[in-house]
């Protein structure tokens, strides 16, 4: 072979590789940037992830807070001075209140249906404390004893609404967090589910 065709196989052999070799660094350039945006988009569902954890425990516990004072409602004894009734009364709407932000910043990180359910929660637990305000204002004036749980009709069919809406809101959230073990810490859910046993019990 002549020098001149030496030459061009040479040159031509370094072309190749030089082309060959840059086609290796761009798609290794590639599969990197992918990763690296796989990595991104997974930082960022984890961390949606976990804002909608912090968010559902926070209301979870609110509602258990709000059970907390329906309670005493629950066992509220007439007949009682107006003053111990605006106690507990105003006691439970103020953990009513903080039930609904609650909900404002269930719906903030979302998705609709959890901030659907969490709706219904909040619905129910005002139903329910609406109530035993009326019932204690139709029975205020009575001097008959009685606990103000047993002067309302149909009450437990009232709080039953509210402890279903509680399990749909709870197993909601176990779906929208992945089916997580921990999505929910256990110490959380029996303060909770234990704060409505009372109710559970009528």
């Known amino acids: 072979m002549s020098q001149v065709g030496v030459a061009l196989v040479s040159a031509g052999s370094a072309l190749t590789g030089a082309t060959i070799g ?20 997974e930082q960022r569902r984890q961390r949606r992830l976990d804002s909608r ?5 926070a209301f979870l516990r ?8 329906y309670n005493k409602l629950h066992e509220f004894r007439l007949p009682a001075s107006e003053e111990d009734w605006q106690v ?18 269930v719906g903030m990180v979302g998705p609709a249906v ?14 329910l404390l609406e109530e035993y305000v ?13 606990c103000l749980y047993d002067l309302v009709p149909g009450m437990s069919r009232v709080v039953n609404r509210l402890n279903v809406q509680r399990d749909r809101f709870l197993g909601a ?24 046993g009372d109710f559970d019990a009528r």
Do not use: C
């Open 173 to 196: 959230a176990r779906v929208q967090l992945d089916g997580e073990v921990n999505e929910v810490p256990a110490e959380v859910l029996r303060q909770y589910i234990g704060s409505l």
């Open 22 to 41: 840059g086609l290796f660094s761009l798609l290794k350039g590639r599969q990197e940037a992918r990763e690296r945006q796989a990595d991104r988009d």
């Open 88 to 105: 507990a009364a105003t006691d439970a709407l103020s953990a009513r209140e903080r039930l609904f932000q609650a909900w404002v910043e």
């Open 62 to 69: 609110e509602l258990s807070n709000t059970q907390d004072e």
């Open 134 to 146: 009326d019932a204690y204002e139709e029975h205020k004036g009575s001097s008959e004893e009685a």
């Open 53 to 57: 954890r912090t968010t559902y425990v």
């Open 114 to 127: 959890m901030a659907a359910q969490a709706e219904r929660v909040v619905s129910q637990a005002t139903t």
